[in-house]
Nanobody
């Protein structure tokens, strides 16, 4: 089992940048594919980005492609999301999630494939 704690959210002006972090308690962080999801106000949770167990494969939602970069440091048990050129429509609660998988390549976008979730961090982008 793994516990996830997000940090790095906040209020930023449009065009600005934020880096989100997700600290994992797992002994074997490298056994988990990881992802970021977000839930805008009044909307359903949606996929943002995913990364494979060793970081060699990534997948992004079209809405953030080119503006966001997901990365991980398995020596620090930490997942990151660098977000640039932020837009008001990026306003949401951002969640990190872990998918315990034996596959080194898996980078699923499906919410139900992730067994473990953090509590979320709020990102607000003002216009």
């Amino acid at each position: 089992q793994v516990q996830l704690v997000e940090s790095g959210g906040g209020l930023v002006q449009a065009g600005g940048s934020l880096r989100l972090s997700c600290a994992a308690s797992a002994r074997s962080f490298g056994n988990y594919a990881m992802a970021w999801f977000r839930q805008p106000p009044g909307k359903e949770r949606e996929f943002v980005a995913a990364i494979s167990r060793r970081g060699g494969d990534t997948n992004y939602a079209d809405s953030v492609k080119g503006r966001c970069t997901i990365s991980r440091d398995n020596t620090k048990n930490t997942l990151y999301l660098q977000m640039n050129s932020l837009k008001p429509e990026d306003t949401a609660v951002y969640y990190c999630a872990a998918d315990q998988t034996s596959s080194l390549l898996r980078v699923t976008t499906r919410l139900n494939d992730y067994e473990y979730w953090g509590q979320g961090t709020q990102v607000t982008v003002s216009s």
